[in-house]
């Protein structure tokens, strides 16, 4: 069993910051890459920042500049920087990694964290 939990959401003004964590817990053999997505109220889910397991990134063009995504691969945990937060930025934050077990080698999904951005 393999249990993914964000932290770090909360309320902030335009212009400020965050900073999200994943915590990846459970049987894991090796995490092969490790993102985050975001939905917000009436719209789909959308990613906004994975890194693969050699540091390569895919980062939004939305947040490019302004969010930062990192690995500690030793404490299987991901982390989101996000910098100069604006109000379309509000939306639930969901971290996603590709986990391979002892028993599978697939996606897992967190309860995702919830974002708000005050203009």
């Known amino acids: 069993q393999v249990q993914l939990v964000e932290s770090g959401g909360g309320l902030v003004q335009a212009g400020g910051s965050l900073r999200l964590s994943c915590a990846a817990s459970?049987?894991?053999?090796?995490?092969?890459?490790m993102g985050w997505y975001r939905q917000a109220p009436g719209k789909e889910r959308e990613l906004v920042a994975v890194?693969?397991?050699?540091?390569?990134?895919n980062v939004a063009d939305s947040v490019k500049g302004r969010f930062t995504i990192s690995r500690d691969n030793a404490k299987n945990a991901g982390y989101l920087q996000m910098d100069s937060l604006k109000p379309e930025d509000t939306a639930v934050y969901y971290c996603s990694a590709h986990i391979t077990t002892p028993f599978s080698s697939r996606n897992f999904w967190g309860q995702g964290t919830q974002v708000t951005v005050s203009s």
């Open positions: 890194m693969g397991t050699g540091g390569t990134t």
């Open positions: 459970g049987s894991i053999r090796s995490i092969n890459s």
